[in-house]
């Protein structure tokens, strides 16, 4: 098959297009999915780099957000058959540790995610365990798709599940320009939020606004914290919505109402973060991690999907060929949404 692979890691440069990849073959209770489209996320970047949490073995395929088609199920598997089209859960969890048991899989003890500790969808067939796939909503093109899983369940689980997000409270999306900060805008309004978004220049601050933020602040401004204060007219904010880290996390828990959430997933500026202790005690705040989402999860927002409450952004589009290019924009931030590579001639 044809695939995208590393057999080292490093730049964009190591990304290797190759078209005698061996195809991958479904066992007991899995399936063959040929893949139509597959999203890139800035987990594909830290995966290619070499990042040592995750392990991951070479030769190995990237790409964890796949839309595609059943292509062949193994023995066991009932409820899907050849032709069905589908959306990958990008977890595989061992389905018996305690979390698991309790519907917790993305904090699973064996817990692997696809392209980064299994391949992933930069080729043209990929197999998975039956229950990671669910039903493409069926008004989306697999591009759009493809834009969905990993984004739209780590948002949903920061804003609905971890930070509790409720009906006329403050919430401020950072990077909102991102592809998971472009769906948290979208989650925020859906649960009835005043929403404030951040990005880094003008035509993706109105672009923020056409999502439904009602009102945007540029990050690159040094006293961007000040503006966000004076959005609420001084009343502060009730979420925090955070994927940048280092770089702006302290301004963020000093915005924070008492009893301000603050939920973070991520940590592209910096993994070192400082603030003053007593913010958190005397106006107790919370402060949460969050790591993906449940498949609960993820099937739960695609019901809003397919009703066309929740739409995913795509700024551009790749031929799988070119994913060097791919990551080059990518890492370039000059991008609103999800870039996508397309799968086939």
């Known amino acids: 098959m044809k695939a995208v692979r590393l057999h080292e890691f490093g730049t964009a440069e190591k990304l290797i297009y190759e078209t005698d990849v061996p195809d991958p073959v479904p066992q007991r209770g899995e399936v063959l999915v040929r893949v139509q489209a597959c999203a890139l996320n800035h987990l594909d970047i830290w995966v290619r780099n070499g990042i040592p949490a995750y392990n991951t073995p070479l030769p190995h395929i990237l790409g964890s957000d796949i839309a595609g088609e059943v292509m062949e199920v193994g023995d066991g598997v009932k409820e899907w058959r050849k032709g069905d089209l589908v959306v990958l859960y990008p977890i595989i969890s061992c389905g018996q540790c305690r979390y698991c048991r309790t519907g917790r899989e993305n904090l699973c003890v064996a817990v692997q995610v696809i392209g980064a500790h299994r391949p992933g969808g930069y080729a043209e067939y990929i ?203 990518l890492e370039s931030r000059d991008f609103f949404g999800k870039i996508v590579l397309t799968i086939g001639d």
């Open 127 to 329: 197999v998975v365990p039956a229950r990671n796939l669910l039903p493409k909503p069926t008004i989306l093109s697999f591009v759009e798709a493809a834009a969905v899983p990993l984004v739209f369940l780590t948002a949903w689980h920061m804003l609905i599940h971890r930070a509790r997000l409720q009906p006329g409270e403050w919430a401020l999306i950072m990077g909102g320009s991102s592809g998971v900060g472009s769906a948290a805008i979208q989650i925020a309004k859906l649960r009835g939020a005043l929403v404030i978004a951040t990005a880094g220049n003008e035509q993706k601050m109105e672009r923020a606004l056409g999502l439904g933020a009602d009102a945007v602040v540029n990050h690159n401004n040094p006293e961007w914290w000040r503006e966000v204060k004076e959005k609420t007219e001084g009343e502060g904010i009730d979420v925090v919505f955070e994927h940048i880290g280092q770089a702006v996390f302290e301004s963020c828990v000093r915005l924070l109402n008492k009893g301000g959430r603050l939920v973070t997933c991520g940590a592209t500026t910096g993994q070192t973060a400082q603030f003053d202790i007593r913010y958190l005690f005397s106006r107790e705040l919370e402060i949460y991690g969050a790591y993906l989402g449940t498949r609960a999860e993820l099937a739960q927002l695609l019901t809003h999907v397919e009703a066309g409450r929740l739409k995913p952004v795509v700024d551009s589009v790749f031929p799988l060929k070119e994913a060097r290019a791919a990551h080059e924009k």
